[in-house]
Each structure stands twice: as C-alpha cells, then as structure tokens.
C-alpha cells in the first residue's frame, strides 16, 4: 500500500477525532454543534438544487447544441500532444462561470470514469485549485459597489489558468496518466 492511500485512508479520521478532542477539551457542546452545522449544512444543500439543475440542463443544451464538441475536437490534437485528456476541457471552461456546474461536470467525470482514474483525480484536482471568478467579481464586488473589474478579471482568469495548468502537472507527476 502506498503512502499516499495510507494517507488518504487515515487523514479525514484523525482530523475528524482531532476536532472532537479538542471541542471537549475547550468544552464545546461537540454533538449539539454537530447536530447544528448538520441542519445549516441541510438547508443549504436543498437550496443549491434549483442552481444545480438549471446549470445542468444549461450544459445539457450547451453539450447537445455541438458547440461543445466542436470546441473540444478543436483542442483535441493540442491535447493530445501534451498529455492531456479532453475530457476535461468542459470542467475547465465552465469552472469559471459556476461552480455548481462545475461541481456537476466533476461528480458526472467520476461517475464515468471513476473517482481513482486519471481524469477523476485531475477533474477533483481542477476543481480543488481554481475558483468560480465570474461569480466572485459579479457578487461580491457588487455587494461593496466596485464598477470597474478589468484589472481583477484579468488576474482572476489567469490564476484559473494556472490552477488549471498545475491541476494537470501535478495529478501527472503524483499519479501518471
């Protein structure tokens, strides 16, 4: 077994009994906060479903239209040159725009290839290391009346395509295609 399935095996239980010791040990009421968060994180799921729909059927229709692979079949040589599947390519330009529908592009590529394929790993990755920045500019720079965003686009864009660059590099070195 390798140390990284050894890792991933044992990380998410001792940070879960980490928590747990030291909420008792600062004497935070561990179960009903639990119990709370659990209710918050409910309601928040049941209210991003109408979002996760709409974008799913908005790429359902993006997909069914052709230009989807016509983009891809574009890119496909490229792609291929270095390594990368194409698969990802729609995960990587709708990540961006939104991330329920990114979130939706990840859980359907696991769900076809596997969360310990390649492309599951690179789609996880991707979707890890960049951010929706559209919907950042859009809300929270409204939300404090800023108007002119060309500078932060720009750079929001380019670190997407960094985080979309070293998701590729890195899944490669760690895992291999």
Not at 76 to 87: C, D, K, M, N
């Amino acid at each position: 077994m390798g140390w990284i399935t050894v890792i991933s095996i044992w990380i998410i239980p001792m940070l879960i009994a980490f928590i747990l010791l030291y909420g008792t040990y600062k004497k935070v009421p561990t179960y009903e906060t639990f119990v709370e968060g659990a209710k918050e994180g409910f309601s928040m799921a049941i209210s991003i479903i109408p979002y996760l729909v709409g974008m799913l059927v908005a790429i359902s229709v993006f997909r069914a239209s052709g230009a989807m692979d016509f983009i891809i079949d574009s890119l496909r040589p490229v792609l291929q040159a270095i390594g990368v599947p194409s698969e990802i390519v729609p995960l990587a330009m709708i990540r961006p725009i939104s991330g329920t529908g990114a979130l939706g592009m990840t859980t359907d590529l696991i769900a076809t290839y596997g969360p310990d394929s390649f492309i599951g790993r690179l789609a996880s990755t991707m979707q890890g290391s960049t951010d929706t920045t559209l919907y950042v500019l859009t809300v929270y720079f409204g939300a404090v009346g800023i108007k002119k965003m060309g500078d932060a686009l720009k750079v929001g864009l380019l670190a997407d395509l960094v985080g979309i660059i070293a998701s590729i590099v890195i899944v490669t070195l760690v895992f291999g295609p």
